[in-house]
């Protein structure tokens, strides 16, 4: 089994009841210590702007990105061009960069809600963990076009 990043995960029912439930993960790195990745159909139920650092910001969605490190922000977004000191994750995703830069450009509009993706906390495995857990049925790897990331309608995401 080969995971690489950009690829997607999709929970099965053995993770129904958990946190995991009807999630769909982006992989964001691969290494020899394990596996990062996001999930990107949990609507965190607050917007950006409704946070203080970033009252003035535009109105945009943040996602529960998994339950490591909880209380940080991430980005995923498909604009290394315009966000310097970004890191190319695959073809069209990137993350990292200032996110100042990144909320300016949103509120600007030279950056939008499909091309951005804000992120509160993250999911990571150790060495051979997460192929454990695809070995044991808990995850199904998935082929989709990586612009599924920036999806806005996260009620069907589901049927991927």
């Known amino acids: 089994m080969h995971i690489r990043p950009g690829q997607f995960l999709l929970s099965t029912p053995l993770l129904d009841d958990t946190f995991f439930e009807q999630t769909i993960l982006v992989i964001t790195e691969v290494n020899s210590d394990g596996c990062i990745g996001f999930i990107i159909n949990q609507?965190?139920?607050?917007?950006?702007?409704?946070?203080?650092?970033?009252?003035?910001?535009?109105?945009?969605?943040l996602y529960n990105g998994g339950p490591v490190q909880s209380d940080m922000m991430y980005c995923l977004h498909s604009r290394p061009d315009v966000v310097a000191n970004s890191f190319t994750i695959c073809e069209g995703l990137a993350t990292g960069g200032d996110f100042a830069t990144i909320v300016s450009l949103l509120k600007a509009g030279k950056l939008s809600s499909q091309e951005v993706?804000?992120?509160?906390?993250?999911?990571?495995?150790?060495?051979?963990?997460?192929?454990?857990?695809?070995?044991?049925?808990?995850?199904?790897?998935?082929?989709?076009?990586?612009?599924?990331?920036?999806a806005n309608d996260v009620q069907n995401m589901w049927q991927l």
């Open 43 to 61: 609507l965190h139920g607050r917007n950006l702007n409704e946070l203080q650092e970033f009252r003035y910001g535009p109105a945009q969605p």
């Open 117 to 150: 993706k804000c992120l509160i906390g993250y999911c990571g495995w150790d060495a051979g963990e997460l192929e454990a857990e695809i070995a044991e049925g808990s995850w199904q790897l998935i082929e989709a076009p990586v612009a599924e990331v920036f």
